[in-house]
Structures are given as structure tokens and as C-alpha cells.
DNA sequence: CAACTTCGAAAAATCGATTTACTCATTCTC
DNA sequence: GAGAATGAGTAAATCGATTTTTCGAAGTTG
């Protein structure tokens, strides 16, 4: 600590001014780009820049303006690989565009998620990217409603008035997980979810069942949907399991579902795909390498990320119009956990 | 949009001043909760805020001083459980004492590591929380010293003598395996890892080597290092596997090398345990319910999480004296996949 | 009762930029 | 060559708080 550099303020505007020569009115449109200064006067500037180490203190900058370059992403989790990958994505767009990314976990409480907006209102953010707990009419998206922020819903939502939203095709993916599993044979299945979630889950079940039955009216479709949690979820699925009830797929509607299943399975000794099968939406990476390989819908993270912000820049510099809804296409990966009904790929169905 | 209350401007600490009829100064002091104003008007004030919905606005709020409340996280990535629960928990830890969490990730690359950093330092953030993508003598912590910047490392590190670190004890967790893997009989043990991961994978590689040799002198050690990234470990693995060598357990060193080793495995046919034993450094939620189960070492991330953050206040707030290098006990959860060589467990992969 | 505190509040400075308004020179236009 | 337009730059206002300084009134003290 003999330098004692550490207690050293940090050069300002004025500092970079008086060492160049200038005014501090110069120096900030050196900084900004702008042209009209004499050639020799910015030299001066920027060589006082580079002497003095000096950088543009955002939050000082952000001060004048009505809005800030800061924008709020506010995540239901951070835990699982599709939000982390959505906040990644969200950072690295942000990021490129010159602003700030504040992320923030909602919890899965609406609550928590509406404090936080709060919280995102009072620092002015340009923007928000919600993805809600529930769906795009929570207090949440009343909230940024009733005070004019600007933001974009992703996720668990379809569409709504105010706000642009952007969220995965999940009609479009259930469906085709429908006419995977029809053509595979299956006529006995059991779709799992959480009601909570109401505004996707619906799509993805009514998405399934549509094509479904129009593949095979006499597909019998059984659904276990919970209304507050997945402990209750996985409580149900266990009850309709003792019930003697035996599907020969299970279609779960969103990843902690998935993994309810398969410990179901387990507690049962069953095994994918010979005893029963099994397709999530969502997709994981451990999904790949375990035996057997988890079948999956796989959202199209990238593509929701990046239409999420351009959807928003295209607000915050001012864009008017109705809210557009867009849902990104999914890709459905078949893998080891479906089979066909009856065919035990090597002599499983014991017990 | 007939109201257009979109546009209003929110209202300031001069509306709230002359709507009180009192000055801007008097209203901070009832914000800051400062006991030296008259009762009768801190009510007015009060009052004033009720109406006008006033919020302090922490960016200006934060302009005047020094150190900003704002914390800024740097992670090497938040696709992973372990560093998606690490933010959570920082976020709430840091939004308990006022601060805002600014979340960032490096993208396991060093060079983006010191341009988020220098990014924050331009932000003035209070301190930063800092898990490297190597070790703690990156050249981010090079730059957090040279500018004085107050934070903790975590995770990729042992211990530093400028900033206080806090990291799993990963020696004596790897110990732990190596007791239950010779006690299960293992004599040929293969060890996986990542070399960039220097500090931490050291750490872990002698815990275990140690604990074994020392408990079965006839151990058999294989290790499989790669040094820049997980492609090069699973060519590196495969090619080990091809030259005929059958060792009876691994023990991977990261999460990712437990995915290599899994989807190896399963391009050979082998199944855990019968075939081949597998533990693996963190855990993660789908561990529990694959059939197999994967034993996994559990970093406590809510301690790690806690000490970071009460570490990094203590200095925020002045705190003096040689930094602290703190180690956190993990729990090993051994699984199904691990078994005893030789003996094919009944029940499970029949064919 | 003059001098000294104490208390509460207002006025003013400050933080570090950006932006507006204004001042000189030039250069262009008719 | 008078008047307008342009160029380059500066001083000052501004953003929304916090903090320091100043000030008046009330209360104490000797």
C-alpha cells in the first residue's frame, strides 16, 4: 500500500477539459462523436483522454435523460438452463446496443415480481423484459400498464394489447409431439402441468389434444394438472398412478414436470421407453447423455431473445402501432424415452 | 390511451418540497429517516409523498457519493444450476441491504472477464463479487487491484492476498470420495478435468490423489486433462478409452465433464454401475432422478453465497486487514451410480 | 441582559455528465 | 458590402438527489 493509488478519485469531465485545454462542453462531444470540433482541438482531448485514463461515468450520463440506458430483465428463475440462456442472450444484445442489463428473479412470486418492477420504475429504465410468473395479465404487466413503462413480455404469455410479446410456437410444437406419439401407437396418454402457468399451458394442451384426436379419435388423453406447485403435481401424478391407471406416454408441459415424471417412474421401477414413455417441453443438456435420452421440445431461446429486444428498442426509440405477438417455432427432438406401446425393445413391461 | 398520463414526468424531491411547502432538503432528511425535523412537518412531508407516489430516485440518489450502492456480480456463465443459485442468492443478499445487483457473465472467456469489469468500475460499483474463469490471478483481478476496486472471488479460487476469496473446500470434499471409492473396492480409478480451471481442479486432483494413495497404496490413478476447452476433454477421453484402458470408477473433476463422461459411456454401452462407477463435482437437480442416479458433490451455494457477500460488505464498509480465504464444506451424495467393481448389481440393465 | 447553545430549516454547493443559449469569427449570398 | 448562414467553442442551466453552510428563533447561562 505504499502508493496509496487505491483512495484516488477518478478523473472527470473537467479534469480531461482544463488538461486538454477545452471546456467540458468540448470534451463530452469529443466523447459523443460529434463532428463539429476543430481537428486539432479533439487530438488535445483525446490525449488528455488517454493520459488521464478517462472513461464516461454512465450513471452521471444517464442523469439528464428521461431515459436511462439501463434496461430490466426480470426472470420467474435463474436455476434453469432457458432463463440462464434467456439472460445471457439479453445481456449480450443489450449490451451491444450501448446499455446496461439488470437482471432480477421474480421467484415465481407475482409479489416479488411486481417489487421489482418497482424498483426498475424508480431507476427509469428505458425497458423491461418480463417473463411473468403467470401469464400477461398479472399485476405485473398492470403495474408497467398503469405507469407507462415500456417493455416486452416473453414466455408465459400469448399475446396482449398493450405490450409486445414473444414466446414459443407451444400449440404448434404440442402438436407435433401429438403425431410423433399417434404414429408411434399410442393411444393412452397422460399430459402433465402446472395450471399456474395458465397462459401456455393452455396452448400446449389444447395444441396437443387438437391433433391428437384429429389423428385418432379414439385416443384416450388423461391430464394431471396442478393448480399452486410441483409438490402437489408430483402428489397427483402419484395418485393416478395407484389408481391403477397406466398411459403408455406421459407428455409433460414444462421441465420441473419432466422430472417429476421420471422420479415418479423410478419410485415405480419403471423404465423409458419400454415400460412408458416420455416427451417434456424443454429441453436440458443432461437430456442427451443420459440412457435413455430424454425426448424434448426445444425452445428456440436465441430467436425469442432477439426479437424480444429488437421489439423493444423498436419502443423505446419511440415506435408506435398496435403490440405484436410473435411465436417462435420450436424444434421437436424425438429421443431413447419414446417408443411404441407394446413393443418392449427388449423385454421390459416385468412387474 | 385517452389519458395520456403516459408522458407525465414522476415527480421530484422539489414537487414533493413545495407541495409540503417545505424545502428540498427537509424532504431527504424524512426520506433518510434523519430525526431532526419537526413532527408536524415530517407529516406533511409525508403526506406530500402519499399523493405524488414520489420515489427516491436512486441513481441520483447514488450520484452524490462516492461509493455507489450498487454490487456487481460476474459469473463465467448462468446456463449451470450452481451459478444460476449463485445469483439468486446474491441478488437477494444484496437487495437485503439496499444495493442492486448488476449481473454479468463472462462467457468463460478472461477478455470479457476485464471489459465487464472495467465496465462496472466505470459504473463506480461498491464492490464486485468476482468467481474467475480460471483462478484468482486472471488479469481481472490484476485490474480490480490496480484500480482499487473493493470485491470477492469465488469459486475458481484458493486464496489471494489482496481480496478475500470464498470457494467450496474442494480437497476435502474429493477426499471424501476417494475414502468411499476404495472402501466400494475401486483399485483403477480414472480422474477427469479441465486444466483452465486451474486453481480449483488442483485442488481437487490432489485431495483425491492423496486420500487414495493413502488408503490403498495399489491404487491405480489415471488422469485425463484438457487444457483449453470440453470438446478437447472428450476427444481426450475417447481416445483414452480406445487405447483398451477399463478403469472402475471416474470421478469427474466439473459438471460438464460429468456430461462427457455420461454420453461416453453410453456411446461404449456401458451402464452405471454395472459397467462402470461415476462421480461427479456438482450436483444438479435432473442427478436425482435419472436411473441411474448420479452421485455428485454438493457445493453449499447458499454459504459460499453468504460469506462473499458478508466479506465484501465488511470492506465496502472500511473493514481493514488481511484477506480472508475462506473454504466451504461440500456434502458427497453417493447415488446409484457408483457400485462395486465386479459385482453387476441385480435389478437393473438386463437385456 | 448580553453571550452562548441548540434546534430546525432553508439556501447553496456538489456529484459528473449533457444540452441549451449565446458569442465571436468566418464564409456565403445577393 | 450588408446581412444571413455556418463553424467552433464556451458559459451556464439542468438532471434529482445529498450534504454542507448559513441563518433565524428559541432557550440557557452567568
Redesign the interface.
Same mark, same amino acid.
Not at 5 to 10: A, F, L, S
Not at 77 to 81: D, K, N, P, R, W
Not at 284 to 291: C, G, N, P
Given at each position: 500500500m505504499a502508493h496509496r493509488?487505491?483512495?484516488?478519485?477518478?478523473a472527470s469531465i473537467h479534469d480531461v477539459a482544463s488538461r486538454a485545454g477545452v471546456s467540458a462542453a468540448t470534451v463530452s462531444k469529443v466523447m459523443a462523436g460529434v463532428i463539429t470540433v476543430k481537428p486539432e482541438n479533439a487530438q488535445r482531448v483525446l490525449e488528455a483522454v488517454e493520459q488521464l485514463g478517462y $472513461?464516461?461515468?454512465?450513471?452521471?450520463s444517464?442523469?439528464r435523460r #428521461?431515459k436511462?440506458r439501463i434496461i430490466g430483465a426480470i426472470m420467474p428463475?435463474?436455476?434453469?438452463?432457458f432463463?440462464?440462456?434467456m439472460?445471457?442472450q439479453l445481456?449480450g444484445l443489450a449490451e451491444q446496443r450501448g446499455y446496461?442489463?439488470?437482471?432480477?428473479?421474480s $421467484?415465481e412470486s407475482e409479489a416479488r415480481e411486481k417489487e421489482i418492477l #418497482?424498483?426498475m420504475?424508480?431507476?427509469?429504465v428505458a425497458g423491461v423484459v418480463l417473463a411473468p410468473v403467470r401469464n400477461e395479465h398479472g399485476p405485473a404487466a398492470e403495474f408497467m400498464k398503469a405507469n407507462?413503462m415500456t417493455g416486452v413480455l416473453i414466455d408465459r404469455v400469448l399475446s396482449d394489447d398493450a405490450f409486445d410479446t414473444v414466446s414459443a410456437d407451444s400449440a404448434a410444437a404440442s402438436a407435433e409431439v401429438a403425431r410423433e406419439l399417434i404414429a408411434k401407437g399410442h393411444r393412452h396418454i397422460l399430459v402433465v402441468g402446472l395450471g399456474e402457468q395458465a397462459a401456455t399451458v393452455r396452448a400446449r394442451l389444447d395444441g396437443f389434444r387438437t391433433a391428437a384426436l384429429k389423428l385418432a379419435p379414439d385416443v384416450r388423453i388423461d391430464v394431471v394438472l396442478a393448480e399452486t406447485g410441483v409438490e402437489p403435481l408430483r402428489a397427483q401424478l402419484r395418485e393416478y398412478f395407484a389408481k391403477g391407471e397406466r398411459p403408455t406416454a406421459v407428455y409433460s408441459l414444462f421441465l420441473k414436470g419432466t422430472?417429476v415424471a421420471?422420479?415418479e417412474?423410478?419410485r415405480r421401477g419403471w423404465?423409458c421407453p419400454n415400460d412408458i414413455s416420455l416427451v417434456g417441453f424443454d429441453d436440458?443438456?443432461?437430456?442427451?447423455?443420459?440412457?435413455p435420452?430424454i425426448a424434448a421440445v426445444v425452445q428456440p431461446v436465441r430467436q425469442i431473445a432477439g426479437h424480444a429486444m429488437e421489439a423493444l428498442f423498436a419502443r423505446i426509440e419511440g415506435g408506435e402501432g398496435p403490440a405484436i405477438a410473435r411465436l417462435e417455432p420450436c424444434r421437436v427432438l424425438m429421443r431413447e424415452s419414446v417408443g411404441s406401446p407394446g413393443v418392449a425393445a427388449?423385454?421390459g413391461q416385468s412387474r
Open positions: 493509488q487505491d483512495q484516488q478519485r477518478r $472513461r464516461v461515468d454512465p450513471l452521471a444517464d442523469m #428521461a436511462r428463475e435463474f436455476e434453469s438452463e432463463f440462464g440462456q439472460v445471457t445481456e446496461t442489463l439488470v437482471a432480477a428473479s $421467484r #418497482a424498483r420504475h424508480d431507476w427509469r407507462g422430472l421420471l422420479s417412474f423410478r423404465h436440458a443438456e443432461w437430456m442427451q447423455v443420459t440412457w435420452a427388449g423385454g
